[in-house]
T-cell receptor
Framework: AQSVSQHNHHVILSEAASLELGCNYS??????LFWYVQYPGQHLQLLLK??????LVKGIKGFEAEFIKSKFSFNLRKPSVQWSDTAEYFC????????????FGGGTRLMVKP | SQTIHQWPATLVQPVGSPLSLECTVE??????LYWYRQAAGRGLQLLFY??????ISSEVPQNLSASRPQDRQFILSSKKLLLSDSGFYLC????????????FGQGTRLTVV
């Protein structure tokens, strides 16, 4: 069965600090990888996605993620966070072998101090 | 464009009462449909997954059931709610096939008292 692990449950940063959120997955076939974000009081929305091609994916609001196949990782990065990035971030994976069932990690709650 | 509707937004129910949460998708056909539960500090737990009418997979044993009476309608039910059923329930859809992302509804905050 596929699974997703997010190593950091809570992260606190000051504005302008750099961000890296870890995500590792367990899956035996071709995967699609996603990062979703949930801002306070809002619904889940897609931040970025990887299907194929360039393993460095650019998303909205200056976020990017790098797919490293050998490490089964898809870490999320942002060079300089803002207070408005305070949210909960979820890594997710699906793949053809699992019928495209979307599996999420446990989430990382990010707080950015102004 | 596609939209997903989930209702009600909030619900307070007594222990032992039945439950019915409804989710509908517009603007697409034959979507994959999902029910998730989001618990504080525990992320998103997949409850049910459906690739078609009457084709539903259950991911965890629980007090809940799901049905898909129509192509774009997904219902989460319980005959008798437990206190532990309290949580935030999210419906989502994705296009059939690979290389698809999921789109989420606004969620239902269920409190069992």
């Amino acid at each position: 069965a596929q699974s997703v692990s997010q190593h950091n449950h809570h992260v606190i940063l000051s504005e302008a600090a750099s961000l890296e959120l870890g995500c590792n997955y367990s899956y035996g076939g071709t995967v699609n990888l996603f990062w979703y974000v949930q801002y306070p009081g809002q619904h889940l929305q897609l931040l970025l996605k990887y299907f194929s091609g360039d393993p460095l994916v650019k998303g909205i609001k200056g976020f990017e993620a790098e797919f490293i196949k050998s490490k089964f990782s898809f870490n999320l990065r942002k060079p300089s966070v803002q207070w408005s990035d305070t949210a909960e971030y979820f890594c997710a994976v699906n793949g053809e072998r699992a019928g495209n069932m979307l599996t999420f990690g446990g989430g990382t709650r990010l707080m950015v101090k102004p | 464009s596609q939209t997903i509707h989930q209702w009600p937004a909030t619900l307070v129910q007594p222990v032992g009462s039945p439950l019915s949460l409804e989710c509908t998708v517009e603007g697409t056909s034959n979507p994959n449909l999902y029910w998730y539960r989001q618990a504080a500090g525990r992320g998103l737990q997949l409850l049910f997954y459906s690739i078609g009418i009457d084709q539903i997979s259950s991911e965890v044993p629980q007090n809940l059931s799901a049905s898909r009476p129509q192509d774009r309608q997904f219902i989460l039910s319980s005959k008798k709610l437990l206190l532990s059923d309290s949580g935030f329930y999210l419906c989502a859809w994705s296009r059939a096939g690979i290389n698809t992302e999921a789109f989420f509804g606004q969620g239902t905050r269920l409190t069992v008292v």
